[in-house]
C-alpha cells in the first residue's frame, strides 16, 4: 500500500461559478481570462487553481499575481539550487542535490514517505532542468523527467512569469504528469481505499441535492500537490537566504495549514523536526556532488 501511495501522493479553485481557464500554456499569461480569473478568485487572493485530467495525463495549474518583483522571482526560481529548496518543503522530499554535468544541469530528488526517511531508503528520480527563457521581461523554466516508478511517466513542472509592475509579478505554475496502464491500476486502487476521502479545491462534482462539492480522485491529488508546490514557490521568495531555512519551513506549513481538509498530513512540531533532519541529510548528500 505504501508503494501505491508514494506514487499517488508524490510525483508528485477555482469556483463552479467563475468562467474557466484553459489548463495549458497556449493562453498568452497576461491574457483578460487569465486576469478575469484570478480577480474572480474565490480563495480571497490573487490565487486561481484549476486541474483537467484525460486518459493518459492529469494537470494542475495556478495562476497567481505575487507581490514579489520580478528580478527576485527570476533570480530565486531560474537556478537549480533554488528549485531544490522549494521542492524540499514538501512532506514527500528526503533531499534534493542539484549538478551540472557538460552545460546540462539536474536534479535529484530522492521521494519517499510523509514522515522521516533517509535518502538512502527513499526513491531517487532525477529531474532534467531548462531554463528556456530568462530576460527582463519574461522567465520560462521546465523540470522533466521522463519516467517515474509504476508506470508514471512525462512528470513535469513549468514556470512561466512576467512583470506587471515594478513591485508585482505573474506567475503561471503548471504540475503534470503521465500514466500508463500500471499507474492507472494503482491510482484507482488507491483511490478506492485510503484515498476515497481525499479532496481537492475545485467546486465542480454535485451530489443527489445539486450542492456542488470539491473535486476528488486524480484531479483532488494533483490540486493538493500543485498548491503545495505553489506555497514552497512563495515561502522560497519570501525567505530565499540560507540562514532563513526554518523560518521558510515554518511559512511553508502555516501556509498550507490554511486549508487542513485538503492539505494537513502532520502537526507543525513533527514536520519541523523532520525537516531538520532531512536538511542534515541533504547538506551531507549535495557536499558529496559537489566534492
Not at 514552497?232 to 540560507?242: E, G, K, N, Q, V
Request: hydrophobic content about 40%.
Amino acid at each position: 500500500m505504501f508503494r501505491l501511495f508514494l506514487l499517488i501522493s508524490l510525483l508528485l479553485v477555482q469556483s463552479a461559478r467563475s468562467e474557466p481557464v484553459r489548463a495549458d500554456d497556449d493562453l498568452p499569461l497576461d491574457s483578460d481570462a487569465v486576469l478575469e480569473a484570478i480577480h474572480a478568485s474565490p480563495f480571497g487572493e490573487p490565487i486561481h487553481l484549476e486541474s483537467k485530467q484525460t486518459k493518459r495525463e492529469v494537470q494542475g495549474q495556478v495562476h497567481a499575481i505575487l507581490d514579489i518583483p520580478f528580478v527576485e522571482l527570476s533570480e530565486a526560481v531560474g537556478s537549480p539550487k533554488g528549485w531544490c529548496e522549494i521542492l524540499f518543503l514538501h512532506y514527500n522530499i528526503k533531499a534534493c542535490v542539484h549538478q551540472r554535468e557538460d552545460e546540462a544541469a539536474s536534479l535529484a530528488v530522492f521521494i519517499g514517505r510523509k514522515y522521516y526517511q533517509d535518502p538512502e531508503v527513499a526513491r531517487q528520480t532525477r529531474l532534467g532542468f531548462t531554463l528556456e527563457e530568462q530576460t527582463e521581461n519574461r522567465l520560462a523554466v521546465r523540470l522533466e523527467a521522463d519516467r517515474g516508478p509504476l508506470g508514471v511517466r512525462a512528470f513535469q513542472i513549468k514556470v512561466r512569469a512576467i512583470p506587471l509592475d515594478e513591485e508585482r509579478s505573474l506567475m503561471r505554475l503548471s504540475y503534470s504528469l503521465g500514466h500508463g496502464r500500471l499507474a492507472r491500476f494503482a491510482m484507482r486502487i488507491y483511490f478506492a481505499t485510503s484515498g476515497r476521502h481525499r479532496i481537492g479545491f475545485t467546486m465542480e462534482d454535485v451530489d443527489l441535492d445539486g450542492v456542488a462539492e470539491p473535486v476528488g480522485g486524480v484531479r483532488g491529488m494533483i490540486e493538493r500537490n500543485t498548491m503545495r508546490f505553489f506555497f514552497a514557490i512563495t515561502s522560497y521568495l519570501h525567505l530565499p537566504d540560507p540562514h532563513q531555512q526554518q523560518a521558510r519551513h515554518v511559512h511553508w506549513f502555516e501556509q498550507t495549514e490554511r486549508y487542513p481538509e485538503q492539505l494537513r498530513e502532520m502537526d507543525q512540531a513533527a514536520y519541523l523536526a523532520q525537516k531538520r533532519r532531512e536538511r542534515q541529510n541533504q547538506a551531507a548528500w549535495q557536499a558529496k556532488v559537489d566534492g
